[in-house]
């Protein structure tokens, strides 16, 4: 016994499948009791008629021909019926009750020699004819019998209190089915410091714990590999910087350009590591500064000036200070331009600035070759490249996207990619417009 309740408590499954059975078995006891109830309110007033029949001798004979209408009202209480009387010169009726018109009644069948079951309105009536009066005896209240729905609504809201006793307990059981998924959803943004909190021991017990492990082999391997990463990128910069004093004592040539276009291209990429990691890091810090957004973009852009299809801006006349890092936006701002130029096809790159009440919007549209659909919810991925060999082409290593997404993230905006292939793509940044202290 002991063993037996010991697997239903820490057993999930189990605790749902016995609430589930007893909910069930209280749902159709109460019913099923319900209805009886109800089957033997109605068989009894089904049996009034009978009673009638067989005892209509004697309720005529207490009455009397002619009658003692004390003696019928009398017996009207007793029986909580109505009694009608009439003759051609007199109607009499024991509770003034005129609303059937009894004349009019359907023979059912007979009782005796003189008394006949007559039916009106569904309605059953005993009538009988004595010495020439005529005695009418039916049910004094015709509406429903009140008992029958009192007993059916205690019945039904019976049930439904099982129920609703039932859904609280489904919904203790399964809260920390609910606080899981957020501990999930908190992992799965990156927040690898949340643990999901349990002193439950069964299941669902197991599987936070299983989580919460989870989520620290995650954070040490990610940590590792961010140590790593720093550590193999610090080591290579410097046999990069000898390769470079060394490539000085060269004679010029086509292959000594190709040689330090390689190398800019591997210091570009570390740098680009290494920003990225930092921007990685909780604990990260920005310099903000409250700056005209307007004309730092434009003076980032005035960068690429000499490109060969052109480049529209498009800004509002009025600028207004927005805080952020400059450094780190104009690595966003560039890394972009570059994308766009990348992959414009030299057409005209278009500049959008807007100002709105809470952020402002930085929007970069080329009319390129744009982005295939299966790779567009991936592009901004480390590493990710749509097409590997166009890349080997066109430059890049699958960071400059990462890397603007982190920076916006890291000052509390976001960053959009809309793009349709041989149509072009749009990149847009979103950057809180707020007051705020120059470090972050």
Same mark, same amino acid.
């Given at each position: 016994?002991?063993?037996?309740?010991?697997?239903? %408590?820490?057993? /999930?499954? #189990?605790?749902?499948?016995?609430?589930? @059975? !007893? =909910?069930?078995?209280?749902?159709?006891?109460?019913? *099923?009791?319900?209805?009886?109830?109800?089957?033997?309110?109605?068989?009894?007033?089904?049996?009034?008629?009978?009673?009638?029949?067989?005892?209509?001798?004697?309720?005529?004979?207490?009455?009397?021909?002619?009658?003692?209408? %004390?003696?019928? /009202?009398? #017996?009207?209480?007793?029986?909580?019926? @109505? !009694? =009608?009387?009439?003759?051609?010169?007199?109607?009499? *009726?024991?509770?003034?009750?005129?609303?059937?018109?009894?004349?009019?009644?359907?023979?059912?069948?007979?009782?005796?020699?003189?008394?006949?079951?007559?039916?009106?309105?569904?309605?059953?009536?005993?009538?009988?004819?004595?010495?020439?009066?005529?005695?009418?005896?039916?049910?004094?209240?015709?509406?429903?019998?009140?008992?029958?729905?009192?007993?059916?609504?205690?019945?039904?809201?019976?049930?439904?209190?099982?129920?609703?006793?039932?859904?609280?307990?489904?919904?203790?059981?399964?809260?920390?089915?609910?606080?899981?998924?957020?501990?999930?959803?908190?992992?799965?943004?990156?927040?690898?410091?949340?643990?999901?909190?349990?002193?439950?021991?069964?299941?669902?017990?197991?599987?936070?714990?299983?989580?919460?492990?989870?989520?620290?082999?995650?954070?040490?391997?990610?940590?590792?590999?961010?140590?790593?990463?720093?550590?193999?990128?610090?080591?290579?910069?410097?046999?990069?910087?000898?390769?470079?004093?060394?490539?000085?004592?060269?004679?010029?040539?086509?292959?000594?350009?190709?040689?330090?276009?390689?190398?800019?291209?591997?210091?570009?990429?570390?740098?680009?590591?290494?920003?990225?990691?930092?921007?990685?890091?909780?604990?990260?810090?920005?310099?903000?500064?409250?700056?005209?957004?307007?004309?730092?973009?434009?003076?980032?852009?005035?960068?690429?000036?000499?490109?060969?299809?052109?480049?529209?801006?498009?800004?509002?006349?009025?600028?207004?200070?927005?805080?952020?890092?400059?450094?780190?936006?104009?690595?966003?701002?560039?890394?972009?331009?570059?994308?766009?130029?990348?992959?414009?096809?030299?057409?005209?790159?278009?500049?959008?600035?807007?100002?709105?009440?809470?952020?402002?919007?930085?929007?970069?549209?080329?009319?390129?070759?744009?982005?295939?659909?299966?790779?567009?919810?991936?592009?901004?991925?480390?590493?990710?490249?749509?097409?590997?060999?166009?890349?080997?082409?066109?430059?890049?290593?699958?960071?400059?996207?990462?890397?603007?997404?982190?920076?916006?993230?890291?000052?509390?905006?976001?960053?959009?990619?809309?793009?349709?292939?041989?149509?072009?793509?749009?990149?847009?940044?979103?950057?809180?417009?707020?007051?705020?202290?120059?470090?972050?």
């Amino acid at each position: 016994m002991n063993l037996t309740l010991q697997s239903i %408590r820490y057993s /999930l499954f #189990l605790r749902l499948l016995m609430i589930f @059975s !007893i =909910t069930v078995f209280i749902f159709f006891l109460i019913i *099923s009791l319900s209805l009886r109830t109800i089957n033997k309110n109605v068989n009894a007033i089904e049996s009034i008629p009978d009673f009638f029949a067989r005892n209509v001798e004697s309720i005529i004979e207490d009455i009397g021909a002619p009658p003692n209408l %004390r003696n019928a /009202l009398r #017996l009207a209480n007793e029986l909580e019926w @109505s !009694i =009608t009387i009439s003759n051609p010169i007199m109607r009499w *009726s024991s509770d003034g009750d005129n609303r059937l018109d009894l004349d009019a009644s359907l023979y059912v069948r007979r009782l005796s020699n003189d008394a006949e079951m007559h039916s009106i309105s569904g309605e059953d009536i005993i009538k009988v004819e004595r010495e020439g009066y005529v005695f009418y005896l039916y049910q004094r209240n015709s509406e429903p019998n009140n008992a029958n729905y009192i007993v059916l609504y205690v019945g039904v809201a019976l049930a439904v209190l099982a129920l609703f006793f039932n859904y609280l307990m489904v919904n203790r059981l399964l809260d920390p089915i609910r606080k899981l998924r957020f501990g999930a959803e908190r992992l799965k943004s990156g927040d690898l410091n949340f643990r999901v909190k349990t002193d439950r021991q069964d299941e669902l017990g197991e599987l936070t714990e299983s989580i919460n492990h989870m989520a620290d082999s995650l954070q040490s391997m990610l940590e590792a590999k961010r140590q790593l990463l720093l550590a193999i990128s610090h080591e290579v910069r410097t046999p990069l910087t000898k390769a470079k004093l060394r490539l000085e004592f060269i004679p010029d040539s086509d292959e000594k350009k190709e040689l330090n276009k390689d190398i800019d291209e591997i210091d570009h990429l570390i740098a680009d590591l290494i920003e990225a990691e930092r921007l990685n890091d909780e604990h990260v810090v920005l310099v903000k500064e409250n700056t005209l957004i307007t004309k730092f973009v434009t003076s980032v852009i005035d960068y690429f000036s000499d490109y060969r299809g052109g480049i529209q801006i498009n800004c509002p006349e009025t600028d207004s200070h927005v805080p952020i890092d400059k450094l780190r936006i104009r690595l966003l701002i560039t890394n972009l331009m570059n994308n766009a130029i990348r992959h414009g096809q030299n057409n005209a790159i278009e500049v959008n600035l807007l100002h709105l009440p809470e952020h402002v919007v930085i929007e970069i549209i080329d009319y390129g070759e744009g982005i295939a659909k299966e790779h567009l919810k991936h592009i901004s991925e480390p590493f990710y490249r749509a097409d590997s060999a166009r890349q080997r082409i066109t430059g890049g290593f699958g960071l400059g996207l990462y890397l603007c997404r982190l920076i916006a993230k890291a000052h509390g905006g976001a960053l959009n990619i809309e793009s349709e292939e041989n149509i072009g793509t749009k990149i847009s940044v979103t950057l809180p417009n707020t007051k705020a202290s120059d470090a972050y």
